[in-house]
Structures are given as structure tokens and as C-alpha cells.
């Protein structure tokens, strides 16, 4: 509370509420990756860390600096075992490595400026400070002092050129080496060596669209991504790690590099990707990227796909808008066609934990007011972390959300086909199917204040995401798949 109380002395720093903290973890994440630097989560004991704990793996995963400060009871509080007492250490280092307990008033603030340090990196990362309640009241003299982000070194890279002409070499992007800085570097490099470029999955921050040199990112199934990296022989890691696999899967092994593939570090993820690349790039002319021409939006009046959706939303994408994917089992189709959108960046699911769509683009448009920021959004995965509505509502934040509604956590038929569970009797399907009670977006949109509307053909959704793209505010488009 005495947190809290002090927003009204310090105007500087902006208290945004959310009704969960899952939302509030994953709104740190979404600022963090949109701005690439710390934002701050404020919460209450060890439960309130608990509910933040999924999007905070996110975030850890998207190597994301965020300050998180979490209220612990009284020292002499402690010793009674009151109901919230809890190991909260124990919940903070499932997160981070970097984890902190003020020891007295005077430590809070040194305490806090060790953890900033800490959540910048490089690489960032989630940084716990826990601070007892009577250390808030106590008085102190002392202050922390003011941390400057640190400059990440760039690696020497000459020594690893030969290799990017022999046959079977490929530069694996990952990281912040995922700038449209980066890949126009990228883009030179195997315009002029004929390496090729890829992209890791789990970045946090992907530049992409039609005037971006195109890095494919390694498939996420092993039946794809295996073939995809069959012929690598050489991969060079920018910032990145050797691809694995995202489960085990019967006969399928971890690691989706072949046994004979040699990897070299271009850039590790405390290093500068980019201006490792620029410096390998350095005197090369530039590539030729292919032509890419802007979609048509569909106005047909039939039954909304996947496809229709990828289309509308690549022809009508503002530029230089923020995209925060939890698309899950629908994002193949979907973005198969943002290759040929606007310019745009693109924030997909990290560490794989359900219910980070929501929240990241609250953060993102709180980093980044100028920009309009698209949620593309699975049904079931929206119910995670709904309570973001609220937030976007009650700061009427620049943000569409799209909901891809089919009634089904389609992801898990996918699973349970690869897994051979042989699945599908009444109860496993019972557990998959999501349509019973039909969840109504709209009704559950406009609660919180946002308004909603619903798209079951291709025309309507052509004309509902035409009409939210071109106005500010908070707005909400149910589609409903075929």
C-alpha cells in the first residue's frame, strides 16, 4: 500500500491497473518486447506471484528485462505463518536468476537498483525484488542509484565468413537479430555467400512484411522442421540456440538439426546479433528482395476461413503496427499471408504459455501509443487472460482484437493425432470441445467495455476490420471460422 500511495508523489511513473496478475505479467512482457526496455509488475505476496507465474515463463523465454516487486509480510509477521505466508523465493526463481530480498529500509533502494541492473542483462530477463511490508513504512536516508541500460558487446565475426559460402551453411536468427536491421543485413549476406537465413521460433519481437528480407522461421512440427533442416551443415546462431523439438514424440528425436550438423556461435544472446551482421555484411551490395505485391481484401460473402482472415488482415494492416499472436493451431494459415503485408512487427508465444495474447498487446500499446496494435487471438486461449479487455477499456488503448473462434482447443486434436493417444471417444473429445455453452465474445466484450461485433463471412470481416484499423480505441471482432 505505502507502493502504491507514493504513484501520487512520483507522476513520472504510470500505475496501470489489471484485474489479474497474469494480465499484469504479460503487459510487462508486451511493453518490454515492444520497447526493449523494463517495464514494472507490482504484487502482492506469493499467491499474487503465483497467478503471474505463466506469463512471466513467457516472458523469461522471450528474454524480456522486467522489474517485478512482490510485498512480503513484516519480518516480525512471518514467524506466525499467517494464510499468505508462502516461500516466495522459491515462486520467483522458477522465472529468474536474478532474485532479491531487501534485508532492511536501507537496502530497498540499492536492493532496487541491483534488480533494474539485473533485468536489463544482457539478456534481459525477469528480476524479482521482494520487499517486506515494514521496510515500506520504515524510514531511510538512502537511495539507490540511477542505472544506465548497458551496451551489449559485438562479437568478432571475421573468422567465421569462410564459412558462409560453403555449401549447406545457414545463419540461424534469434534474439533482437530479428530488426529490420538485422535481416536487411541477413538479406545481404546470402544474397552475395548463398547462405541461407532462418528464423528461431520463440523471439520475442519478429520484424516482418513485403519490404522485409523474408528469413522462413523453422516450422513448428518436427515433420516439418526436420526435412526444412535436413541439409544443414554448418548453422551459424545469431543470439539463438540449436532447434529442438517443441514435445517428444514417439520415434521423433529432441534436436531438429542433423547429427552431423557442426554449430558455430555467430553472437550469443548477450551480444549484438545485429551489429554482428552489419560487420559481416559490411561493403556487400544490397539484396534484392522479391517482389511482393499488397493482397486484395476479400469481399466475398462466404463463410469466413482462416485463409479469408490472413488475407484481410494483410491487406488492411496499418504500418508499422504491432501484431501480439496467440493463434495457436489457427496461425499456419493465418500467417502464411502477413509476408505480404505492410511493414509490421510481430510478437509471438515464447515459452508456450497459454494466455499471453491479451495481455502483451496492452503492454505493446501502452509502450507504443502511435501504433496501432492487432491481437490475433484463439477462443480458448482468450479466456485465460479476458480480464485484459477490462484494462484496454479503462485506458483506451489502440488495440483490435481478433478472436478466431471455433469453438475448440483445436491444438490438442492436433497433439493427440501426433502422440498416438488415440483419443476421441466421448470423454477425450469432451474435454477438446469448447462449444458448450457457445461463448458469446460480444457479450462478454462489451461488459468490460469494449465494443465487439461478430464476422461470419468474409465481407463482414473485410468490413469490420476495415472500419477498427481506421479508428483509435479498444475494439473487439469475433470471427467465427467455417
Request: glycine share 8%.
Amino acid at each position: 500500500m505505502h507502493f502504491v500511495a507514493a504513484l501520487d508523489r512520483v507522476p513520472e511513473m504510470r500505475g496501470v491497473l489489471c484485474l489479474f496478475e497474469g494480465v499484469c505479467s504479460g503487459a510487462a512482457d508486451g511493453y518490454a518486447r515492444a520497447l526493449g526496455r523494463p517495464a514494472s509488475t507490482l504484487l502482492h505476496l506469493g499467491p499474487g506471484l503465483g497467478n503471474g507465474l505463466a506469463n512471466f515463463h513467457n516472458a523469461r523465454k522471450a528474454r524480456s528485462p522486467i522489474v517485478s516487486i512482490v510485498g512480503e509480510h513484516a519480518t516480525a509477521h512471518l514467524r506466525v505463518d499467517a494464510p499468505l505466508t508462502s516461500d516466495i523465493q522459491t515462486f520467483a526463481r522458477s522465472v529468474s536468476n536474478a532474485v532479491r530480498t531487501a534485508t532492511s529500509a536501507d537496502d530497498v533502494g540499492p536492493a532496487a537498483s541491483a534488480t533494474i541492473l539485473s533485468a536489463w542483462g544482457p539478456p534481459g530477463q525477469v528480476a524479482m525484488l521482494i520487499v517486506p511490508a515494514d521496510f515500506s513504512w520504515s524510514e531511510t536516508t538512502v537511495l539507490g542509484a540511477a542505472i544506465q541500460p548497458p551496451v551489449r558487446p559485438v562479437p568478432e565475426v571475421s573468422h567465421l565468413a569462410p564459412l558462409l559460402r560453403q555449401p549447406g551453411t545457414a545463419i540461424l536468427l534469434g534474439g533482437t537479430a530479428v530488426n529490420f536491421r538485422a535481416l536487411e543485413a541477413a538479406g545481404r549476406i546470402a544474397a552475395a555467400t548463398g547462405a541461407r537465413v532462418i528464423t528461431a521460433r520463440n523471439v520475442g519481437k519478429l520484424s516482418a512484411g513485403r519490404t522485409t528480407f523474408p528469413a522462413p522461421q523453422v516450422p513448428y512440427f518436427p515433420e516439418g522442421a526436420l526435412p526444412f533442416l535436413a541439409d544443414v551443415r554448418n548453422l551459424l546462431l545469431v543470439e539463438a540456440e540449436r532447434p529442438v523439438s517443441f514435445f517428444a514424440y514417439p520415434g521423433i528425436p529432441s534436436y531438429m538439426t542433423p547429427d552431423n550438423c557442426v554449430e558455430h556461435t555467430l553472437a550469443t544472446r548477450a551480444e549484438d546479433g545485429a551489429a554482428a551482421l552489419l560487420a559481416l555484411a559490411d561493403g556487400l551490395p544490397p539484396a534484392k528482395l522479391p517482389s511482393v505485391a499488397a493482397p486484395e481484401a476479400p469481399t466475398a460473402n462466404e463463410a469466413l476461413t482462416l485463409d479469408f482472415i490472413g488475407l484481410s488482415v494483410a491487406a488492411l494492416l496499418p504500418e508499422h503496427a504491432l501484431i501480439a499472436d496467440e493463434m495457436v493451431s489457427s496461425a499456419g494459415k493465418v500467417l502464411g499471408h502477413l509476408a505480404s503485408a505492410a511493414p509490421h512487427e510481430f510478437m509471438p508465444v515464447t515459452g508456450g504459455s497459454i494466455g499471453q495474447g491479451l495481455p502483451v498487446a496492452v503492454g505493446a500499446a501502452i509502450a507504443c501509443p502511435d501504433r496501432k496494435v492487432v491481437s490475433l487471438e484463439a477462443d480458448g486461449s482468450a479466456m485465460y487472460t479476458l480480464q485484459a479487455l477490462w484494462t484496454m477499456a479503462r485506458e483506451n488503448l489502440d488495440i483490435t482484437v481478433i478472436i478466431l473462434a471455433n469453438r475448440r482447443y483445436r491444438i490438442l486434436d492436433i497433439e493427440m493425432r501426433r502422440t498416438g493417444a488415440k483419443g476421441f471417444g466421448p470423454s477425450s473429445n469432451n474435454m477438446i470441445d469448447i462449444s458448450r455453452p457457445v461463448l458469446d465474445f460480444l457479450k462478454l466484450a462489451e461488459s468490460m467495455g469494449v465494443a465487439a461485433s461478430r464476422a461470419t463471412t468474409a465481407r463482414q470481416f473485410t468490413d469490420q476490420f476495415r472500419d477498427a484499423v481506421a479508428h483509435r480505441g479498444p475494439r473487439l471482432i469475433e470471427a467465427v471460422i467455417a
